[in-house]
T-cell receptor, first 112, second 114 residues
């Protein structure tokens, strides 16, 4: 298994600002991902965080809005840029260990 | 297209058994996951099925039929703490280029009553 820690766990952000979420895994995972869960909805994959190269984004998500870094096998960051109220959501980091995908505790962002 | 269907809500009684169904239609298939998510918390891994049949893990069991595009999660000896959302997720196949992508259903909110 893997223990995945995220910071911040919660934040209230002003419209137009940017926030960076950090994700730390306790072991080397083969893959790291970022998901979003909007209020009352299920999880949607934003992107796959690739070590040492640009992330692979899903349809509807772009690098300018959600820049991602992954400098090594156990750490990644997601930035939510130029936030609007529509970005209020839970952002979840996840990692693959073998055939299983584990999730961090999530970062609850509210944009006002 | 990609589609995963689960009932929106279910209610069951403490000590009973409940079965949560999930049907899926995806462009590729490389395994099905069940996660539990309590309100205000992140999803917790419950089970993974890639072959047909039943996987049992304590009070929780998960079944898969690939030919029918169908899975269920069976919870036995229900406890109040089992009240949560249960998420079904399908992982894409290598041939579809989505071997690591999880597609989630909307989740089933289970309420366990005394």
């Amino acid at each position: 298994s893997a223990v995945i820690s995220q910071k911040p766990s919660r934040d209230i952000c002003q419209r137009g600002t940017s926030l960076t979420i950090q994700c730390q895994v306790d072991s080397q995972v083969t893959m790291m991902f970022w998901y979003r869960q909007q209020p009352g909805q299920s999880l949607t994959l934003i992107a796959t965080a690739n070590q040492g190269s640009e992330a692979t984004y899903e349809s509807g998500f772009v690098i300018d809005k959600f820049p991602i870094s992954r400098p090594n096998l156990t750490f990644s960051t997601l930035t939510v840029s130029n936030m609007s109220p529509e970005d209020s959501s839970i952002y979840l980091c996840s990692g693959r260990v073998g055939n299983t995908i584990y999730f961090g505790e999530g970062s609850w962002l509210t944009v006002v | 297209g990609q589609n995963i269907d689960q009932p929106t809500e279910m209610t069951a009684t403490e000590g009973a058994i409940v079965q949560i169904n999930c049907t899926y239609q995806t462009s590729g298939f490389n395994g099905l996951f069940w996660y539990q998510q309590h309100a205000g918390e992140a999803p917790t891994f419950l089970s993974y099925n890639v072959l047909d049949g039943l996987e049992e893990k304590g009070r929780f069991s998960s079944f898969l039929s690939r030919s029918k595009g169908y899975s269920y999660l069976l919870l036995k000896e229900l406890q109040m703490k089992d009240s949560a959302s249960y998420l079904c997720a399908v992982r894409g196949s290598l041939s579809s280029g989505a071997t690591n992508k999880l597609i989630f259903g909307t989740g089933t909110l289970l309420a366990v009553q005394p």
